[in-house]
Nanobody, 112 residues
Framework: QVQLVESGGGLVQPGGSLRLSCAAS????????MGWYRQAPGKERELVAGITPSGRINYAESVKGRFTISRDNAKNTVYLQMNSLKVEDTAVYYC??????WGQGTQVTVSS
């Protein structure tokens, strides 16, 4: 059974930082693309960042220069470091393995 367990969401002020973590189990983590998605109220779920097994990374234009995705294959974990957070980053953030498996989602709220 594939499981994705997320942590690190919460409330932060604009300009602040959060680090999300997603630990995967039940599948060969290092052979799969991992991604972070988010869904804000009234919006479609969107890809925030993705990282391939070889380390190739892509980001949504809206987060370039502010967010960093990384993976630790020894820990079967993918991270999303979020800096310079904006109010518009407020969303439920989801971890995905190969676009087919999903975590439960973790709320990120950016507010003064």
């Amino acid at each position: 059974q594939v499981q994705l367990v997320e942590s690190g969401g919460g409330l932060v002020q604009p300009g602040g930082s959060l680090r999300l973590s997603c630990a995967a189990s039940g599948i060969s983590f290092r052979l799969n693309v991992m991604g972070w998605y988010r869904q804000a109220p009234g919006k479609e779920r969107e890809l925030v960042a993705g990282i391939t097994p070889s380390g190739r990374i892509n980001y949504a234009e809206s987060v370039k220069g502010r967010f960093t995705i990384s993976r630790d294959n020894a820990k079967n974990t993918v991270y999303l470091q979020m800096n310079s957070l904006k109010v518009e980053d407020t969303a439920v953030y989801y971890c995905s393995l190969a676009g087919g498996y999903w975590g439960q989602g973790t709320q990120v709220t950016v507010s003064s």
